[in-house]
T-cell receptor, first 117, second 113 residues
Framework: ETGVTQSPTHLIKTRGQQVTLRCSSQ?????VSWYQQALGQGPQFIFQ???????GRGNFPPRFSGLQFPNYSSELNVNALELDDSALYLC????????????????FGNGTRLTVT | AQKITQTQPGMFVQEKEAVTLDCTYD???????LFWYKQPSSGEMIFLIY??????QNATEGRYSLNFQKARKSANLVISASQLGDSAMYFC??????????FGAGTRLTVKP
């Protein structure tokens, strides 16, 4: 069973640039979630995708956008990067249908550490 | 809206002793799940244990147990026989009918030899 994989592991960008982070879900999982974790804080929910559609979003501006592909892999795109976007970005997948996921744990990748200078 | 509160920024425990990490939550959902994750310094989030809102028995997984008190809306993690490798950040999380999982601020556990 292949786990959740994220790429790249580290990334340095300049303020105002755009970035794309990638995630491959665990085999058999059809739901993917993205989180932002600033240093010393808990993960903050960005959004969730189920069968290629966004079905939940946290308090993040529209410059944070995402995609889920037919093979359930996913991308997180961030436009107009700001210094405060520097964080660990975590992707997680789970199995289940929308509305019935409350008992499904998330399985996380190792994250992408983004530094904005 | 869901809210998870972890009031202990840091905890210390002697090796081989037990430790309890506190978690309280707030939700209007009838069906929800409570989760604990461990995050070592390397950064990966490791799933430890799950408790469903309708489960009458407290969940246990090896040295981990979850002390679930529904009326008090608390879901404390108990780690028995602490090991040096247990030193890490621990996060309490909840997933409701809205599907998204929300996390607390975490507790940093340090196990002393």
């Amino acid at each position: 069973e292949t786990g959740v994989t994220q790429s790249p592991t580290h990334l340095i960008k300049t303020r105002g640039q755009q970035v794309t982070l990638r995630c491959s879900s665990q085999s058999g999982h059809n739901t993917v979630s993205w989180y932002q974790q600033a240093l010393g804080q808990g993960p903050q929910f960005i959004f969730q995708y189920y069968r290629e559609e966004e079905n939940g979003r946290g308090n993040f501006p529209p410059r944070f956008s995402g995609l889920q592909f037919p093979n359930y892999s996913s991308e997180l795109n961030v436009n107009a990067l700001e210094l405060d976007d520097s964080a660990l970005y975590l992707c997680a997948s789970s199995a289940g249908r929308t509305g019935g996921l409350y008992n499904s744990p998330l399985h996380f990748g190792n994250g992408t550490r983004l530094t904005v200078t | 809206a869901q809210k998870i509160t972890q009031t202990q920024p840091g905890m210390f425990v002697q090796e081989k002793e037990a430790v309890t990490l506190d978690c309280t939550y707030d939700t209007s959902d009838q069906s929800y799940g409570l989760f604990w994750y461990k995050q070592p310094s390397s950064g990966e989030m490791i799933f430890l244990i799950y408790q469903g809102s309708y489960d009458e028995q407290n969940a246990t997984e090896g040295r981990y147990s979850l002390n679930f008190q529904k009326a008090r809306k608390s879901a404390n993690l108990v780690i028995s026989a602490s090991q040096l490798g247990d030193s890490a950040m621990y996060f309490c999380a909840m997933r409701g009918w809205g599907n998204d999982m929300r996390f607390g601020a975490g507790t940093r556990l340090t196990v002393k030899p």
